[in-house]
């Protein structure tokens, strides 16, 4: 294995989601190293300061480096967060809620560098860019059990309110729909109620069939797709909308049906050119995202 503990330029990512934490260490121009800690569900604040520690050393041991070898660190989380890194609340990972994240991981790691948090939207999408840098404004939506995502101008996260671009997942698609879908979080005819997986799955829609798109609740979450992306793009007028996330391609194959939807006869608010296409999403994208995020803020 190379040894590469002369190099003090990494970025150490944290994701920490509900089911485990995932470490990435990243640098310029290189390939991150990776590593997934082990499992755990509703863990308690020393419980994960114990599974960050633990996979870190594990992660630094793989990729031949020492502590000094990190020159700061991005942490990604689920919820709304507030300008100091505070998580106003974290369904995923409850204990978390009103902790600094910074001042936390500083507390576990002890590494004396600067410590950064973001929402795992944003450290997704910065994920994305930093595999594929688009210039100008990109909206990246993530789609998966519900609908989630964040802007970015040149790499840098717009941040509206909470830690976020905006709750995309919750604009009303329904057009005035008087059978619109309802969840318990985000209300009536909201984007995630007609897109988001667990819709589609208790329809029965055939995921695997080609035909999919002939089920008339697949119907439904394409065309309102197509609506929510006209809305996202009369608000934000980003350059480049990326599709990403869990179930991206279950939608992929009808790419270009979904940017015809949108295009059509779309308000003159909207950008005159923009694109429209699908990311490269996995299971690392926050963690390797957080890293990105705490070298260019």
């Known amino acids: 294995m190379q040894t590469q503990t002369d190099s003090t330029d990494w970025a150490l990512g944290i994701d920490i989601g509900g089911s485990s934490v995932k470490m990435a260490l990243v640098r310029d121009g290189g ?5 997934r800690g082990e499992p755990h569900e509703m863990p308690s604040v020393k419980v994960l300061s114990g599974a960050i520690v633990s996979a870190f050393d594990l992660l630094l041991k793989q990729a031949g480096l020492d502590r000094g070898s990190v020159s700061s660190v991005g942490v990604s989380i689920a919820g709304p967060m507030c300008e100091n890194g505070v998580i106003e609340m974290a369904a995923n990972v409850p204990a978390l809620a009103g902790v600094s994240i910074p001042d936390w991981i500083e ?3 002890g590494l004396g560098v600067p410590v950064t948090a973001a929402t795992d939207a944003n450290a997704a999408a910065a994920c994305e860019h930093r595999r594929n840098p688009m210039p100008g404004r990109a909206l990246y939506l993530s789609l998966g059990t519900g609908v989630g995502g964040a802007v970015l101008d040149e790499g840098r996260p717009v941040i509206i309110t909470r830690g976020t671009s905006g709750h995309f997942g919750h604009m009303d698609v329904s057009g005035g729909e008087s059978d619109a879908p309802v969840t318990p979080g985000s209300g009536r005819g909201a984007l ?3 897109v988001g997986f667990r819709t589609l799955e208790a329809a029965g829609v055939p995921f695997e069939s080609a ?8 119907k439904r979450a394409t ?3 197509s609506r929510g992306i006209r809305i996202l793009l009369a608000l934000y007028r980003p350059d480049h909308i990326v599709l990403m996330g869990g179930t991206v391609n279950i939608y992929s194959p009808a790419l270009q049906q979904i940017e015809a939807m949108a295009r059509d006869g779309i308000t003159k608010a909207a950008p005159v050119k923009w694109t429209l296409s699908v990311g490269q999403s996995d299971n690392f994208a926050a963690a390797i995202g957080a890293a990105a995020l705490s070298i260019t803020g």
Not at 31 to 35: G, I
């Open 211 to 218: 035909d999919r798109f002939e089920h008339p609740v697949m």
């Open 31 to 35: 390939k991150p190293w990776t590593l």
């Open 223 to 225: 065309a309102a797709l």
């Open 192 to 194: 995630e109620g007609y």
């Open 107 to 109: 507390d576990t790691l």
